[in-house]
């Protein structure tokens, strides 16, 4: 009887989990098959031809091609800006204690748990206090400030298992603290670095609740394009972009498979010794 419960809690677990998987893949499934409609309208499911037409005119698209191009280079900068910063902050929340660093420690992580819709309509009225009305600086602004609590939560999780006896080794053989730092902390605390710095790009190229609130009509981002899109002229250049920013999405999580390791990431990310 034991046996005969083991076994249907199996194949339930393995129902539960082919449900989901389902519940995750077949809408992006029905993109990809959608954005490969050889009919000049949306119609009906599933398409009765297929062409690459949507692909050949969304390369043509200014609209988008300009949203993407915003996207990319806010990406990178954001990221850039975040990671220096955001190991920075890192690493002097990790080497000092003083009183409030739990709260300092919270209040660079609360974009994590902050209404993003709430974030960008307070940078609106922040900016536009300050007098700041070039779209780029506005969401570079943003976005460095929606990345940056991902660089320090995963360079914290690696910085916790390093021991400062490594550092101060390091130092006691010559080296300065700035040698000791690039040679020995670095180099263990890696993993989050990159992880983070990776999480941060992805972020930063699909977000579009902060973005609509901070950009200008000559400066906006990919997906900001495609939401515009969607209350004008829908049609399946939509689903082409949607395909392509997932194939970014799927290319970065390969990327931090290979410099990284997922399981590092997800599991064992701190140094132990």
């Given at each position: 009887m034991?046996?005969?419960?083991?076994?249907?809690?199996?194949?339930?677990?393995?129902?539960?989990?082919?449900?989901?998987?389902?519940?995750?893949?077949?809408?992006?499934?029905?993109?990809?098959?959608?954005?490969?409609?050889?009919?000049?309208?949306?119609?009906?499911?599933?398409?009765?031809?297929?062409?690459?037409?949507?692909?050949?005119?969304?390369?043509?698209?200014?609209?988008?091609?300009?949203?993407?191009?915003?996207?990319?280079?806010?990406?990178?900068?954001?990221?850039?800006?975040?990671?220096?910063?955001?190991?920075?902050?890192?690493?002097?929340?990790?080497?000092?204690?003083?009183?409030?660093?739990?709260?300092?420690?919270?209040?660079?992580?609360?974009?994590?748990?902050?209404?993003?819709?709430?974030?960008?309509?307070?940078?609106?009225?922040?900016?536009s206090t300050l007098g700041v009305v070039d779209g780029r600086v506005r969401l570079l602004a943003g976005h460095v400030l929606i990345t940056f609590p991902y660089i320090v939560r995963t360079t914290l999780a690696s910085l916790a298992g390093l021991r400062p006896s490594f550092t101060e080794a390091a130092m006691s053989l010559g080296a300065t603290e700035r040698w000791a730092f690039w040679s020995v902390t670095f180099p263990l605390a890696r993993t989050g670095i990159v992880a983070g710095a990776i999480f941060a790009f992805a972020f930063s190229m699909d977000d579009v609740a902060v973005s609509v609130f901070l950009t200008s009509p000559d400066v906006f981002t990919l997906p900001v394009a495609m939401a515009s899109m969607m209350r004008t002229s829908f049609d399946l250049k939509i689903a082409a972009v949607s395909v392509v920013l997932a194939a970014v999405t799927a290319g970065l999580v390969v990327l931090l498979d290979r410099t990284v390791g997922l399981e590092k990431v997800i599991g064992s990310g701190v140094f132990r010794s």
């Amino acid at each position: 009887m034991r046996r005969i419960v083991d076994d249907l809690a199996y194949w339930a677990l393995l129902a539960v989990i082919g449900l989901v998987a389902a519940f995750l893949l077949l809408p992006i499934c029905a993109v990809i098959i959608m954005s490969l409609d050889a009919r000049g309208f949306m119609g009906s499911f599933p398409p009765t031809g297929f062409s690459l037409r949507w692909y050949e005119a969304l390369i043509a698209d200014d609209l988008y091609l300009r949203g993407a191009q915003v996207s990319v280079v806010l990406a990178v900068l954001s990221t850039l800006i975040s990671t220096v910063a955001g190991v920075s902050a890192a690493v002097a929340l990790d080497r000092n204690h003083f009183l409030g660093k739990r709260a300092l420690e919270a209040l660079l992580l609360s974009p994590l748990i902050v209404p993003a819709v709430v974030m960008g309509f307070s940078l609106l009225l922040f900016l536009s206090t300050l007098g700041v009305v070039d779209g780029r600086v506005r969401l570079l602004a943003g976005h460095v400030l929606i990345t940056f609590p991902y660089i320090v939560r995963t360079t914290l999780a690696s910085l916790a298992g390093l021991r400062p006896s490594f550092t101060e080794a390091a130092m006691s053989l010559g080296a300065t603290e700035r040698w000791a730092f690039w040679s020995v902390t670095f180099p263990l605390a890696r993993t989050g670095i990159v992880a983070g710095a990776i999480f941060a790009f992805a972020f930063s190229m699909d977000d579009v609740a902060v973005s609509v609130f901070l950009t200008s009509p000559d400066v906006f981002t990919l997906p900001v394009a495609m939401a515009s899109m969607m209350r004008t002229s829908f049609d399946l250049k939509i689903a082409a972009v949607s395909v392509v920013l997932a194939a970014v999405t799927a290319g970065l999580v390969v990327l931090l498979d290979r410099t990284v390791g997922l399981e590092k990431v997800i599991g064992s990310g701190v140094f132990r010794s």
